[in-house]
């Protein structure tokens, strides 16, 4: 029996979601003890209750501005989150020699990576949540002012459809998908900053190169058109758009959180082609890295 | 020979072909995807030359990057400001930034009009610096012309909603004084599920000082008068008692409005 549980305790498994999420834990920890982490959030969700009082200056539709800055400054933050925070990791990790000491033991390079990653995932999210509820607390209170004023304004007659069409601005449930959108684009940039990671011998050259990459990858989608409706002249620029079109991601299908911003409802199966193709990104750009980290002498 | 075993440079061309093959299979549905969103009215904003003169070099990279609805977002900050200082032509200049940058947003296109049809029009019009009326009128003509061009664009962009058809409505009936396209657009507007329970009757009002269409909008009229109680405003109700009269409605046909005006204006 001893002999039994002691060869079950030794039996090496080739994945262990075990190990994984251990990885992950500790990715977790070690990102939000920095302070950037910190700095980012804060500025982040400062950003977002400003908006509270920028709406005030302007005439125009307040919940519009309101929601813009919101998603935006979400969008800017989590992308800023994804690229310092994953090109930092392996450096990080190379420099304590704390990756020598995981991957000494029976731990596959797979596991490693995809613990990383996922340990970036769950930040982002925590980031997201946060941003996101501060996002809805500044819209629940603009929401307040604004049916207060309708209701003082309006006739008694039109009362009601005007108060629910400012509901219908303030807070509805096609934010939700914007959110989503906006946490997968973060995640689509952290895998893509991974993928550099792995062959780069610094972090400021991961975080130049996955900025152009992000800076490219809106413009992917003009490229990508130009050569596939063959409107290119000459075999360079040809190749050129080809080599854009082909490396780098979509990311302008994600720009699709400025029209939900401004009430544009999104079909749930655009929603669910487009979350589709950031999660083919992610376990695209995650096997390249995975075979670029392979291959990297340590 | 396995992965492990192949040397450096081969490894590294296999991720690289693993890149490359990943990059051709994703094509497709990209291209298709894309197609589909542009079908529902996404992504349709443009990003040209003319914008990147507007918004400045800074201004044009965060719009490249994902951050267009910001960036419309401070320049229309910026077109509050020059209407504060009565700048039309550079009202102008941002409003046509603005409305490139988020063509799916219905209130710049509706303020933009209004300012160019409503502010600038009247500022042209009340001119002090300009002693010729006819000038001043030209000018004002203009202006709302240029209104007139930033509704019939933003409608373009979205066709699926009612406002827009609503203004171009007030547009033409309150400063073009064009009746008939006026009930046009109105029943346009109408014809949209989210446009306001007024709109239709706004048309109707539109369409009877529309020459030539006076049974059609006493028909309209009548419809609506028999809708609901709520419609019954006194306008509809002097109208159907004047087109009752000028189009010789038979007795047995016509009602009679007496009561319903002793009820006053519908709450």
């Known amino acids: 029996m001893t002999t039994q549980v002691s060869a079950r305790a030794t039996k090496h498994r080739t994945f262990s979601f075990g190990r994984v999420s251990a990885i992950a834990s500790n990715t977790i920890l070690e990102l939000i003890r920095l302070k950037v982490f910190y700095i980012l959030v804060l500025f982040a969700l400062a950003v977002i209750a400003s908006s509270l009082f ?29 690229t310092l925070s994953t090109a930092m990791l392996l450096p990080k990790d190379i420099e304590d020699r704390t990756l020598y000491t995981i991957l000494a033991k029976p731990v596959p390079r797979f596991e490693y990576l995809l613990g990383k990653l996922l340990g970036v995932m769950v930040m982002l999210l925590l980031a997201i949540v946060l941003m996101s509820a501060m996002m809805v607390v500044v819209l629940y209170l603009r929401e307040t002012v604004v049916a207060a004023d309708e209701v003082a304004q309006t006739p008694p007659e039109f009362r009601a459809q005007r108060l629910a069409e400012v509901r219908a601005s303030a807070f509805n449930p096609n934010l939700i998908p914007g ?10 940039i952290a895998t893509v900053t991974l993928l550099i990671s792995t062959f780069s011998s610094s972090w400021i050259f991961t975080i130049f190169i996955s900025t152009a ?4 990858g809106h413009l992917q989608a003009t490229a990508r058109e130009v050569w596939m409706d063959q409107q290119v ?38 929603f669910v082609k487009a979350f589709g193709l950031g999660t083919t990104y992610i376990v695209m750009y995650f096997v390249v890295a995975y075979f670029s980290f392979a291959s990297r002498e340590l | 020979m396995s992965f492990s075993e192949a040397s450096p440079l081969r490894r590294y061309l296999l991720c690289c072909g693993l890149l490359v093959a990943f990059g051709v299979a994703k094509l ?18 443009q990003l040209n030359l003319d914008v990147r003169a507007q918004v400045g070099q800074m201004g044009f990279v965060a719009a490249l990057s994902g951050y267009r609805a910001v960036v419309a977002d401070y320049l229309w900050i910026k077109n509050y400001e020059a209407w504060t200082r009565t700048e ?18 219905m209130t710049f296109w509706d303020d933009a009009a209004w300012h160019m049809a409503w502010n600038a029009g009247v500022a042209a019009r009340e001119n002090p610096h300009e002693p010729s009326e006819l000038l001043r009128m030209k000018a004002e003509r203009e202006y709302i012309e ?3 061009r930033y509704l019939l664009e933003g409608i373009k962009h979205n066709p699926d909603r009612a406002r827009l058809y609503e203004r171009l409505g007030d547009l033409y009936a309150r400063k073009m004084f064009d009746h008939c396209r006026a009930a046009e657009a109105y029943a346009q ?8 329970p007024y709109v239709k009757r706004e048309g109707a009002f539109e369409l009877a000082k529309c020459p030539g269409h006076e049974r059609e909008a006493y028909d309209l009229l009548m419809r609506l008068y028999r809708l609901s109680e709520r419609e019954r405003v006194p306008t509809l109700l002097r109208l159907i008692e004047r087109f009752q009269t000028e189009l010789n409605i038979p007795a047995e046909e016509r009602v009679d409005i007496t009561e319903d005006l002793k009820k006053g204006t519908p709450q």
């Open chain 1, 213 to 216: 990459v992000t800076l490219i």
């Open chain 2, 88 to 105: 039309w032509g550079r009202m102008k200049f941002l409003m046509d930034a603005v409305t490139m940058l988020q063509p799916r947003a």
């Open chain 2, 146 to 148: 240029t209104g007139e």
């Open chain 2, 189 to 196: 507007a109408a014809a949209h599920p989210d446009a306001m």
């Open chain 1, 54 to 82: 920028q709406a005030k200056i302007t005439f125009q539709d307040q919940f519009q501005i309101l929601k813009d800055v919101s998603l935006g400054a979400m969008s800017i933050f989590t992308w800023l989150l994804a």
């Open chain 2, 28 to 45: 497709p549905f990209e291209h298709a995807l894309t197609r589909d969103l542009h079908a529902a009215h996404f992504l349709q904003y």
């Open chain 1, 179 to 188: 959110v989503l959108v906006v946490y997968i684009k973060a995640v689509v």
């Open chain 1, 233 to 270: 002249h000459g075999f360079f620029t040809g190749l050129f758009t080809a080599a854009i079109a082909i490396l780098f991601p979509d990311l302008q299908v994600f720009s699709l959180v400025d029209d939900i911003a401004v009430g544009t409802a999104v079909p749930l199966i655009l």
